[in-house]
């Protein structure tokens, strides 16, 4: 088991669904 390599995979993969949503939502309403 790897806990670190998950931790960074989950963090960059949450990156990624927030700049999504900045991008499609660009006031931020879907965003915390």
């Known amino acids: ?3 670190a390599s ?3 995979k989950m963090i960059k993969d ?3 669904k927030y700049v999504d949503l900045r991008f499609t939502d ?3 309403k879907c965003s915390m």
Do not use: A, C, I
């Open 26 to 28: 660009p006031r931020g």
């Open 1 to 3: 088991m790897s806990d």
């Open 6 to 8: 998950n931790v960074l």
């Open 14 to 16: 949450n990156e990624v």
